[in-house]
């Protein structure tokens, strides 16, 4: 890893020089790349969207996806993207700057979706769906206008986790948040490079890295979201049982349709005694 001032990307001027540092960012490094090379994220000439919403995790996406650019390893065009939506007191100018500093190619987007979420979702509902649908529609909208292939976006993988026992306890399905999906209309690639990297990992990378964060003063404000119960969950098994979030992670990566319950996904009728199961009795067909 390229460490010398002129030969590393204004992201990671000053970077702490510590080991626990270099292994921190080679971790991130290398997780984020398997997860790209493992759901086929590269489209040789493509252009990326990169949502930068100022938090912890889409700085640590911005700077790991250069990093992965500068090494060669990363093939396509980047363009940072803010979306602001119109938050009052949303620090306006600390975006722009940094990435003006850095010297990344960006666009700041102005959509004051802010009041029409205050307007639309009814006292003591959450804002966190109708403000989604809004981002993404205008992050969409962007995306196409900039010629990009494809949007990505900072979730990890207690993002990633959080949503499957959102689905499990309120949703009622195993499903969660996918690393690669095509829109509804078909025309764009939705990434989430960092899938595999920790939360802790994300906020201990840009706070080492004394990165401008922005709080989110929409979703942040309110009390007894689902997320945030279930994030409690989650934080109460770790503490009992360390590693138990990675477990459950592989886990998501290891499902036996055969050993569930879903008929759409593993033929229980067409079951035969004295036949072998075989290898694609156990996998699904895509479809």
């Known amino acids: 890893m390229l460490d010398e001032r002129d030969d590393i990307h204004p ?4 970077a702490p020089s510590s080991t626990e540092f270099r292994k921190l960012r080679k971790r991130i490094v290398r997780q984020t790349r398997e997860a790209i090379e493992q759901y086929g994220m590269i489209e040789r000439g493509g252009k990326w969207l990169v949502c930068l919403s100022g938090g912890k995790d889409s700085y640590t996406l911005l700077a790991v996806l250069y990093e992965l650019k500068w090494r060669g390893l990363l093939p396509v065009d980047l363009v940072a993207c803010n979306l602001d939506q119109g938050q009052p007191n949303f620090p306006a100018t600390v975006l722009p700057e940094f990435l003006e500093k850095m010297g990344v190619p960006h666009r700041i987007e102005y959509q004051d979706t ?10 003591g509902r959450t804002f966190c769906a109708l403000c989604s649908r809004l981002r993404r529609g205008n992050l969409y909208r962007i995306a196409r206008e900039e010629g990009c292939t494809a949007v990505v976006l900072g979730h990890h993988r207690d993002d990633i986790l959080e949503t499957f026992f959102m ?5 009622g399905r195993l499903a969660t ?25 994300c906020e201990k990378f840009s706070k080492a890295m004394n990165y401008p964060i922005i709080p989110c ?9 689902q997320r945030q119960q279930v994030k409690q969950i989650l934080d109460g ?12 992670f ?5 499902a036996r349709p055969s050993h569930l319950l879903d ?15 075989t290898e694609e009795d156990a996998i699904p067909r895509l479809r």
């Not at 802010?114 to 006292?123: C, E, G, L, T």
């Not at 003063?217 to 979201?225: A, E, K, V, Y």
């Open 11 to 14: 992201l990671f001027h000053g």
């Open 114 to 123: 802010y009041s029409i979420v205050m307007d639309k979702v009814p006292a």
């Open 167 to 171: 689905n499990l306890f309120h949703g």
């Open 177 to 201: 948040m996918p690393p690669k999906l095509v829109n509804e209309e078909g025309d764009l690639f939705l990434y989430r490079p960092l899938a595999h990297v920790a939360e802790v990992d």
């Open 217 to 225: 003063d929409l979703c942040g404000s309110q009390d007894g979201l």
């Open 237 to 248: 098994w770790e503490r009992n049982s360390p590693g138990r979030r990675q477990i459950m």
């Open 250 to 254: 592989r886990a998501l990566m290891n």
């Open 263 to 277: 008929p759409k996904l593993f033929d229980f009728a067409g079951l035969m005694l004295g036949a072998k199961p």
